[in-house]
């Protein structure tokens, strides 16, 4: 709204109210017992090809439609109004001799942002825009609040963050974004249900912190008196179904990370893992290229012309590298024999203005290089391989080098979309590396994974070899969307005061 609406605006909502106070004495406020009959985009796409003559003829009767007037043009005796549903606009055409005086009366009195509904049949104006003709009227929502202006819509990007409800109502292409990141999700459980993967639940509160390094939420159960973790992840739940006997299992979940916020970042997030007994993991990686290129399908999208904050990017193609090469492909200043090396290593990260915190070992500090120097540069689909152990407490050590583990990441965009590896089974190394985690805790690492000692103990019950991924779902929306940030795809996203 502008400048001058808004000091107008306590009086507005003032001369609505008396309106509503006036529905409320002849008890006609907030009815609901309208019948809607029809939806204006199934009657557009069935009737939208209909000439004038055709509607005449085949007299399309009995139209029973309900939405929030988003135009109105008073005309003396009869008038126009549009009203928008889901997605679609239509035009509706309302006269004093179709519906009487006392309700031409009150209709003029309606005002944008109403919901109503309209009865009546379909006809063209004389500028030759579909239309119903109406034979009865009635309010069904009377608003109290002005709309945005129809032809600014809603731009401030704050508002249309914090007061979704107005952009969507506002903004078509918000909503066909979310009903885009629907069609998403459908995709990914048709894909996962097509693969023989079975679905399962698991808590979203933790005893203990795990399954991620990430800082969690803290909570406090009352009847049990103590500390509880809103879930990291739920990797080490799926994990203990596989040792139980399911052998492929996947969660659509939602996550929490106690960190900051950003264009990728929100503290509350939806993932989708997924864990499978005996599979390879040259398979998994192209399962899950297949599940971004079905979803990327879904909604009409062509793989090889996608478009991601002004990249274009081809969906047919992933290549693969392992993350050695790629850190030398980016620093000409190392060779391959300099990559364990932690004298070496940092003396590169800190020439380029990379932090190098005390207690890190060679595999903290060749991450830190890959994610400063490389990860922003890999637009085309990249499935990064071989990550230092040192950085991958829940993988399974390479067969080649047990320095690294048998893990990947997928990159598309200079963001990661996927995170994946051959998970660990042996008891013993996972109990080794916990220990780690406590220790890097005890030394002030705030994102240390806890000693799980029942996840233990499920191991020595004995896990099968198995490959677990994760998948960002709100960035693969975002990439399929072509989304700049993260708060675009999620419908009530957190905000700073």
């Known amino acids: 709204m502008t400048e001058e609406n808004l000091g107008g605006e306590a009086g507005l909502i003032e001369e609505r109210k008396k309106k509503l106070k006036l529905l409320r004495e002849s008890n006609k406020a907030y009815v609901n017992d309208f019948d809607r009959t029809h939806r204006a985009e199934a009657i557009i796409a069935e009737y939208q090809e209909f000439s004038k003559a055709e509607l005449e003829e085949k007299n399309i009767n009995g139209i029973n439609l309900a939405g929030r007037i988003v135009l109105k043009r008073v005309m003396g005796n009869a008038s126009f109004i549009t009203i928008r549903d889901e997605l679609s606009d239509l035009q509706a055409y309302v006269s004093k001799n179709d519906i009487g005086e006392d309700d031409y ?48 819509g809603l731009s401030d990007i704050e508002t249309r963050y914090r007061q979704r409800y107005l952009d969507l109502m506002s903004n078509n292409e918000t909503k066909e974004l979310f009903l885009s990141r629907s069609k998403i999700l459908d995709s990914v459980r048709t894909t996962m249900k097509a693969a023989e993967f079975m679905e399962v639940e698991t808590p979203m509160m933790h005893s203990l912190p795990g399954g991620a390094v990430a800082r969690p939420f803290i909570t406090k159960h009352n009847a049990l008196n103590r500390d509880l973790y809103l879930r990291i992840a739920p990797e080490l739940h799926l994990k203990r179904l596989l040792v139980g006997g399911f052998d492929k299992v996947f969660e659509i979940n939602r996550s929490f990370r106690n960190e900051g916020l950003s264009t990728k970042h929100n503290p509350e997030f939806t993932m989708l893992e997924f864990y499978a007994a005996h599979e390879k993991f040259d398979h998994t990686l192209n399962f899950v290229a297949d599940i971004i290129k079905n979803a990327t399908n879904c909604v009409g999208l062509d793989l090889a012309k996608m478009e991601w904050d002004g990249d274009s990017i081809d969906l047919n193609i992933f290549t693969t590298k392992t993350m050695r090469e790629l850190v030398l492909e980016n620093n000409s200043e190392l060779v391959e024999g300099d990559l364990k090396d932690l004298k070496k290593l940092t003396k590169v990260a800190e020439a380029k203005g990379i932090k190098v915190e005390e207690g890190y070992g060679w595999g903290k500090v060749l991450l830190e290089l890959f994610e400063k120097t490389v990860e922003a540069n890999l637009i085309q689909p990249t499935f990064v391989t071989e990550y230092p152990v ?57 994102e240390a994974m806890s000693f799980d000692q029942d996840y233990i103990t499920a191991l020595e019950h004995g896990m099968p070899p198995a490959v677990g991924v994760g998948i960002g779902i709100d960035r693969m929306v975002m990439m399929i969307t072509n989304s700049s940030s993260i708060k675009d795809v999620i419908l009530f996203p957190q905000m700073k005061d």
């Open 390 to 446: 040192e950085v991958s407490p829940l993988s399974r050590r390479s067969n080649e080098d047990p320095d690294f583990a048998d893990r990947f990441e997928l990159f598309i965009g200079g963001k990661e979309l996927a995170n994946g590896f051959c998970e660990l089974n042996d008891p013993e190394d996972q109990a080794s590396r916990f220990q780690d985690q406590v220790e890097a805790g005890r030394a002030g690492d705030k």
């Open 105 to 152: 009366a009150d209709f003029k009195t309606w005002d944008i942002g109403d919901i109503v509904g309209l009865s009546g049949k379909l006809f063209r104006t004389k500028t030759d825009e579909l239309t119903v003709h109406c034979s009865a009227v009635i309010m069904i929502t009377k608003s109290l609040k002005p709309m945005p202006e129809k032809h600014k």
